[in-house]
């Protein structure tokens, strides 16, 4: 009796112990697993007590319960895990496990009560004494049986209800919604659902850590702390290279913006920066009513530097004048390079203008200071001219103007020393802003002119070609000779459109002399050279003119001179390389008033030239020495294979000197003056050797 109600009582404890294991999960669930294992080996045991049942009838029942479907179904499923894994039972078939624990149940149950029965027919003669006893046994087994049912019923809805929101909950987080995990239910089931809240704030640290990244906040303390576990360590890592990538490229940008900004040689603030801050500052001087300075620093005597010392000493002394310029005005003022040894210092505001004149002077001391550059000591200077703004009403082009107009002024003087500028100067300013006025529209009206001055050779007579100079005839005024107003183009962009006009003239004029009277067999085809500015040989569009030029008039290129000064090949890279990119076309190019700069004679061998021009003050001086020096241009000249083209030839014995130096070609008033296109076209058709030669 007892054995089978011990097989009664344990077999209803197997099934709620057996859910609690088998939704449990994680190491914290072992309990859990363990106290199912061990109802099941109480239920073996159980078993096993059974077969010592001393009544026949009960071994006959006990049989026919053991060998029924639906114990056997049971038994089947509880002891499916026995080996230690977790089993897995679908929602069907838990259904149906809960309908035979039922029936299960129910045989016991029978069982339990036919066993009562024998025990009732066995005591019957001892009924009175153990009626009792009987009816507490039966009332413990009949509670026994319906606490489990009810606890088995209980914990199974319980269990349902936690896992039906757990699924829902992580079905939520799988979408990518980070909701907040309840933990509810069973201890089993709680302790899940704290697992999944963990990984929930892992996911959420995650997403935090992303959000600080998409807003740029890069310095934020969360991005430094790490994620847990091997997913967490990749996924951080990846958002250290995030920040790490974007912190490189707000450094470039950065970089960038400073290069785009400042002078690469000196740091300072470039042209373009320094026309922003003089504006920022003239919207300041406007709102407040204060005045602001602009001094016009211009270095004296830097290109000796650069030619007795090399480019190197140089850009030594010029980063040298930017530190000492820096460290000699306030702190508020700024000090820009514009290029070249050319510098602006912004000033304000401005109390007097005695002010921006003391502080030009003690600035002009400072730069006048030895320097100490390659172990020599060097010495320039600077002449500073000042501008005021006393409203902020100036517009920034005009300041810079006004002050650039004030140093030149300050060197005409004698550099070394400091100008303001003032009415005289601005009444300069509005004649000079008149005469590019007047200039641009002689260009546009036809009002400029070429004359031609022929070149001929020394030793045939013959006319090898011409030099086209630019003539105007200003309306009202009567012709205006070029030193007075050529400087004015060439200070300004109108020299560009004055080369092009040039280039397409000269050009077209020659190649239409050749149409009408083409050389004679033998004689050489003649050259038209054209002066080209330094401003403009700087400018990459000068290779598209003269090309624009060859191609408008159809001449070859070879015939086509462009003439050059020297400072200009010494002083510009950028025109050497543009000169360089021309004689690739096949376009000649001369040096013209070759001697009166720094160029030495070595240096021939390294430029892109084919003609040198010697000055017409060298040819025209009766010292010994500078005749020496001309014999000395033109053998070196032949040595590095170039021609040689004396200007400014104005007596006879000028010529004999120079066929006895083997001067190759010269142009002169003893040759011929410049002459209306008409005559030098007249010289093709029917040439006509110079009477002097």
Known sequence: MQSIARLSQVASRQLPLFFGSMFAGGDSMIGSRTAWQTALLDYSDAERQMKSLSQPSLREAWRAVQTSDAVGAVDG???????????????????????????????????????????????????????????????????????????????????????????????????????????????????????????????RRIQDQAQAVARGDLDDALLDQPLPGPLGEVVHASVKEIVHAVRQREELQSALAHQATHDALTELPNRAQAVTLVTGALHRGRRSGQMTGLLFVDLDGFKAVNDGHGHAAGDEVLREVARRLTAGVRPGDVVCRLGGDEFVVLVEPVHTEHDLLELSHRLISSISEPMVVQRAQVRIGASIGVAVSRDGSTDADVLFAEADAAAYRAKAAGRGRAEIFDETLRRQLNQRAAL??????????????????????????????????????????????????????????????????????????????????????????????????????????????????????????????????????????LANDHLTELRAMGVSI????????????????????????????????????????????????????????????????????????????????????????????????????????
């Open 77 to 203: 499923v509880l002891t499916s895990g026995a080996d230690g894994d977790t089993p897995t039972v679908s929602v069907a078939e838990i259904a149906t496990l809960l309908v035979q624990t039922q029936e299960r149940n129910d045989l016991l149950g029978e069982l339990v009560e036919t066993a009562i029965g024998n025990a009732h027919t066995l005591v019957s003669a001892d009924r009175e004494e153990a009626t009792g006893q009987l009816r507490g046994i039966l009332l413990l087994a009949a509670g026994l049986l319906a606490v489990s049912l009810l606890a088995a019923l209980v914990l199974g809805r319980s269990v349902a209800g936690a896992l039906r929101l757990l699924a829902g909950q992580a079905s939520q987080i799988s979408e990518g919604s980070l909701v907040e995990v309840e933990v509810a239910g069973p201890r089993e089931v709680r302790t899940v659902s704290a697992a999944l809240g963990a990984a929930v704030a892992g996911l």
């Open 436 to 573: 590019e006025v007047a200039i641009a529209t002689g260009l546009a009206n036809g009002e400029m002119q070429v004359a031609y001055q022929p070149v001929m050779e020394v030793a045939t007579d013959r006319l090898m070609g011409y030099e086209a100079l630019i003539r105007w005839t200003r309306p009202g005024v009567g012709p205006v000779a070029p030193d007075q107003w050529i400087p004015v183009a060439e200070g300004s962009r109108l020299i560009g459109e004055v080369d092009r006009w040039m280039l397409h003239e000269a050009t077209r004029q020659l190649a239409q002399w050749r149409a009408e009277s083409p050389a004679a067999p033998g004689a050489p085809d003649p050259t038209i050279a054209v002066n080209i500015s330094g401003r403009h040989l700087a400018d990459p569009r000068v290779i598209s003119d003269v090309a624009d030029a060859l191609e408008a008039s159809g001449l070859p290129a070879h015939l086509l001179v462009l003439e050059v000064t020297e400072t200009v090949l010494v002083d510009d890279p």
């Open 590 to 693: 001369a040096i013209d008033y070759f001697g009166t700069g720094y160029t030495s004679i070595g240096q021939l061998r390294n430029m892109p030239v084919d003609t040198l021009k010697i000055d017409r003050s060298f040819v025209a001086s009766t010292e010994p020495a500078h005749r020496e020096l001309v014999a000395l241009m033109i053998r070196a000249a032949h040595t590095f294979g170039l021609t040689v083209v004396a200007e400014g030839v104005e007596e006879p014995d000028q010529l004999a000197q120079l066929k006895a130096q083997e001067c190759d070609q010269a142009q002169g008033y003893l040759l011929y003056r410049p002459m209306p296109a008409t005559e030098a076209g007249a010289l093709l058709r029917s040439p006509q050797p110079a009477g002097s030669l």
